[in-house]
């Protein structure tokens, strides 16, 4: 399994990748001027890393409803499948940008959310989620000989 993590949004997208090691990391948010543009992007890093499922946030509204925002990111998934047809995962992504906040900075900078760092984080803890639910847990360590 070779996941590409999305937090999708109007201006930015952010992007991480994850595979059977488990573990999520944050990638170069897709910040590009034109959204065509940003899909592009998108598409041509799921090719470069031979992606096999595309985990994208999913916005659903704090009572579990589906709001405005998810029927975006379900318009944004159709675009996308329609060019590379994978499987995709959508995981609740609720507080997911409050959480990668707090793990960047205690601040909420400008230029750190135009630069896209935070959708990014926000695309690995989304992911992380994923991974933590679908892969088995390590074995736990052998005792040493003596």
């Given at each position: 399994?070779?996941?590409?993590?999305?937090?999708?949004?109007?201006r930015?997208i952010?992007?991480?990748?994850?595979?059977?090691?488990g573990?999520?990391?944050?990638?170069?948010?897709?910040t590009?001027?034109t959204?065509?543009?940003?899909?592009?992007?998108?598409?041509?890093?799921?090719?470069?890393?031979?992606?096999t499922?595309?985990?994208?946030g999913?916005?659903?509204?704090m009572?579990?409803?589906?709001?405005?925002k998810a029927?975006?990111?379900?318009?944004?998934v159709?675009?996308?499948?329609a060019?590379?047809?994978?499987?995709?995962?959508?995981?609740?992504?609720r507080?997911?940008t409050?959480?990668?906040?707090?793990?960047?900075?205690?601040?909420r900078?400008d230029?750190m959310?135009?630069?896209?760092?935070?959708?990014?984080m926000?695309?690995?803890?989304?992911?992380?989620d994923?991974?933590?639910?679908?892969?088995p847990?390590?074995?736990?360590d052998?005792?040493?000989?003596?």
């Amino acid at each position: 399994m070779r996941c590409l993590g999305i937090d999708y949004g109007e201006r930015r997208i952010g992007l991480s990748w994850g595979d059977e090691l488990g573990v999520a990391v944050p990638l170069a948010a897709a910040t590009q001027s034109t959204s065509e543009a940003r899909l592009a992007h998108v598409v041509q890093l799921i090719r470069e890393r031979r992606a096999t499922d595309l985990v994208v946030g999913y916005p659903y509204n704090m009572d579990g409803s589906i709001g405005f925002k998810a029927r975006e990111v379900d318009a944004f998934v159709e675009k996308l499948t329609a060019l590379v047809p994978l499987p995709v995962h959508r995981v609740d992504e609720r507080l997911s940008t409050r959480t990668a906040t707090e793990h960047m900075s205690k601040r909420r900078d400008d230029a750190m959310r135009r630069s896209g760092k935070i959708d990014s984080m926000a695309a690995s803890v989304i992911l992380q989620d994923f991974l933590n639910q679908r892969l088995p847990p390590p074995a736990p360590d052998e005792p040493l000989a003596e």
